[in-house]
């Protein structure tokens, strides 16, 4: 899987001390976007998956958190990341510029599995004109938390 990095202490993407994985390659490219590092498919590195999920293993932290980027870029990879750390029993969120209906009708074996394993979405593109200083865990309020746990 291509990432950009890991973060292994955060408060922000989600509840509690989290993990969390920063895919590279970004095609929504959203105009005021907090990473746009991210937009590049060929920056970061190539990490095994194995290797991240011994890292969620060893962070010891109940959740796990993959953004972007945009993670649905690299689907195959991020479907076995996600059901690998729902198999330690961590709580997987997971950061999309893709609403969940856009999700649904790409009809991608490898994005249903993220959907039926990952535990949140946080969905839609950052719109710099609705961004609110308040919002938990997005940053404007287009941007959906929709609780999934299908499995």
């Keep these: 899987m291509r990432i950009l990095s890991v973060v292994e202490e955060s408060v922000v993407d989600g509840p509690g001390i989290r993990t969390v994985i920063f895919t590279a390659g970004c095609p929504h490219h959203c105009k005021g976007c907090h ?4 937009w590049n ?3 970061g590195e190539e ?3 194995e290797e991240l999920v011994q890292r969620v293993k060893l962070s010891g932290w109940d959740g796990v958190t993959i953004s972007g980027g ?5 689907s ?3 479907a076995k990341l996600v059901t690998a750390c729902k198999s330690l029993g961590k ?3 997971v950061y999309t510029g893709y609403t969940l209906e856009q999700l649904e009708a790409m ?5 249903q599995t993220v959907l039926d394993y990952a535990d949140v979405l946080v969905d839609g593109r950052y719109e710099q004109s609705l961004r609110e200083m308040g919002l938990r865990f997005r ?4 941007q959906r938390i929709i609780f999934l746990n299908k499995v």
């Design 76 to 78: 195959s990879a991020l």
């Design 47 to 49: 990490v095994e998956i």
């Design 70 to 74: 945009e993670p649905f870029l690299q």
């Design 139 to 142: 940053g404007s309020s287009n």
């Design 35 to 38: 990473n746009p590092s991210s």
């Design 91 to 93: 709580n997987v969120w």
């Design 41 to 43: 498919p060929a920056g």
């Design 107 to 111: 009809h991608d074996e490898a994005v």
